[in-house]
Every structure is written in C-alpha cells, then in structure tokens.
C-alpha cells in the first residue's frame, strides 16, 4: 500500500521504532546536507539554529534566526542552500523564522521540474 497518498487520520499509528528511525534519517540527512555545502554556506548555517526534516512529502530545511543580521545572511544565500537541497530531495522547502518580534516566518518551496522522457 502506498502511504504517501492517505491522510494523516488515515495512516497506521506511528511506534517508537517509527520515531525512532525517522530521527536517525534526519540526523544523517542533516549530516550530510551541510558536508555538501561549501564554506560560506556552513558559515551563515552556523550562525543560526537550523536543521533539517523529512517529515510530510518534501525534505524541509528550518532556519530560526536570533536577528536581523542573521536573517538578511540567510536571505542572501537562499539560492545557494536550495541548490544543495536538491540534490537530496525533488521537493524541498525551506522556512525562515525571523527574530521575535520581527514579522512572521518565510516558507519557499522549490520542486525540480520533470524530466521529459523520450
């Protein structure tokens, strides 16, 4: 049976193995999503709290910045962090969380288009 398409009220129940395993996926697809980045990106990665999670249909790259500073680093390399997540996921998203107080949280989704078939 293919999961993908059922509702989350329609699922099995998930088990500790469940979680347990989904955790150990995220850990090492954070892994190694950042040895995949270059220098800089690790840098402006850094200074944030960030991680990754392969939770719902497409990989989601979370970035919660301390303030403005950090928000605009992250907003310049935008297009370089969805270049690297593409190569782990068709569909990736990547959501900002801006510092408190300053607005709310930016959600991009980036979907690599069809290879036509010949």
């Known amino acids: ?3 993908f398409y059922l509702r989350p009220e329609d699922l099995p129940p998930s088990t500790p193995v469940d979680d347990s395993l989904q955790r150990k996926l995220d ?7 950042y040895e995949s980045c270059d ?3 690790q840098t ?3 200074r944030t709290g ?3 999670t392969t939770c719902g249909t497409a990989l989601t790259l ?3 910045c301390a303030d ?3 928000n605009w680093e992250v907003l310049k390399y935008l297009p370089s962090l969805a270049k690297y997540l593409k190569e782990f996921a068709p569909t990736t998203n990547i959501r900002i969380y801006p510092p408190p107080g300053d607005g709310t949280s930016l ?12």
């Not at 959600?107 to 010949?118: A, V």
Request: glycine fraction near 0%.
């Open 44 to 46: 402006v990665l850094s």
């Open 39 to 41: 220098r800089l990106t």
């Open 50 to 52: 960030w991680y990754l």
């Open 27 to 33: 850990q090492a697809v954070t892994r190694y999503f």
């Open 62 to 64: 979370i970035i919660v």
């Open 1 to 3: 049976m293919n999961y």
């Open 68 to 70: 403005r500073r950090q």
């Open 107 to 118: 959600e991009m989704r980036f979907k690599l288009p069809m290879m036509s078939r010949l």
